[in-house]
């Protein structure tokens, strides 16, 4: 399995693609989250919607899903063809009713499965995407009262979405589940009220920090480099082997 980022910027950041992820297993690809910036930041890598075999939504922002208007009508009606969508179970309807069906809805079309083969996930239960590519839900703090999941890949590969800091959440997942990788969303800056912040992960002893790599961070990230003690920077485009 590896993992190449096709943004790894916040919500606000100018300077890197909004924080969406590529999954290579088997031949196979997955797009984690499709933000306001996907669509141009994948023609910018040369990679062609057909390529991309399955997307998985962690939630309900526009820097993870704004991007999903323009493939939805892509797929239909230049490619025609109805990737596989997962999303967990409790968010099928918001995305739909909330935030896509301003634009998508249209005479003889009315709902995402028109545009997609939608496979609601059922948090904490392991699934396969894509041959080889299972996936579990879990439900992370972000918002208050809105829902927010971070994803287990084949149990060993920790993908947080947008989540508050969590250490005794990374500390189980290490010790109890097995998890050698951690990507981290981080707001460099304290406080951090939505995001775990760089001095809130700065906390986390030296086993943790290293399985650690930061993304989802601003435009300010080369200020921060070599300042994130064992943890390291993922760096947008770039291909990791998990
Ligand atoms: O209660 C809130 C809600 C949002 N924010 C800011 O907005 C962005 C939302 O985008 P994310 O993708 O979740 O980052 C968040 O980073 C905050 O900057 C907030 O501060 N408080
Ligand atoms: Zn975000
Ligand atoms: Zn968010």
């Known amino acids: 399995m590896e993992i190449q980022m096709i943004g790894t910027g916040s919500a ?3 300077a890197f693609y909004n924080n969406n992820a590529l999954i290579y297993a088997e031949g196979k690809t997955l797009l984690i989250d499709c933000g306001t910036t996907a669509p141009v930041a994948l023609h910018r890598m040369g990679i062609s919607l057909t390529e991309i075999d399955a997307i998985l939504i962690t939630h309900i922002h526009a820097d993870h899903v704004g991007g999903l208007e323009e493939l939805a009508y892509r797929y239909k009606f230049v490619h025609k063809i109805r990737p596989l969508f997962y999303i967990a179970d409790t968010l099928v309807d918001t995305l739909w009713e909330n935030s896509l069906k301003g634009g998508l809805e249209q005479d003889g079309i009315l709902s995402l499965n028109e545009y997609f083969d939608v496979r609601p996930l059922r948090e904490g239960a392991a699934t ?29 590969f920790f993908y947080t979405a947008d ?21 981290h969303d981080c707001q460099l800056q304290a406080p951090g009220v939505v995001h ?13 920090q290293e399985k650690i790599r930061l993304m989802h961070y601003g435009d300010d990230q080369p200020e921060y480099v070599g300042r994130t003690g064992k943890m390291s ?3 947008q485009q770039k291909r990791y082997v998990l």
């Open 233 to 235: 920077f993922v760096e």
């Open 196 to 208: 775990a912040c760089l001095p809130e992960l700065l906390t986390l002893p030296d086993d943790l």
């Open 128 to 156: 396969e995407l894509l041959p080889g590519l299972t996936a579990e839900l879990l439900p992370t703090r972000h918002i208050p009262k809105k829902l927010s999941y971070s994803v287990l890949l084949n149990g060993t």
């Open 12 to 14: 606000f950041a100018k």
């Open 163 to 183: 989540m508050v800091f969590d250490g005794e959440l990374l500390r189980r997942l290490v010790d109890e589940r097995g998890v050698r990788t951690i990507f």
